[in-house]
């Protein structure tokens, strides 16, 4: 894939608040499809549902590249997880 579908990184979850901590890397916004590399092999798809700053704030997209960011997930995410867009006809 090319660099522009990498998102960021996952630096850890939280799992009281299902919020992941992120260091973003490319634009994205709530809405969009991901695609989640785990470092135990596991992937995950799903959409970005809510999105939040540094300072907590709700945010509809991430346009400012190395931005740390939070994103919530039902899902754990483990630390070093990977990120990346996912369009249609990946699926």
Known sequence: FSNQDYLGIVTCYDKETHLCT???RN???VGDMVEIFMPNGKRI???VKKLYNEEMEPISKANHANEKLYFYSDDEILANS???RVYEKDN
């Open 22 to 24: 992120m260091n973003q």
């Open 27 to 29: 634009y994205f916004s």
């Open 45 to 47: 798809i799903s959409k």
């Open 82 to 84: 990977m990120i990346r």
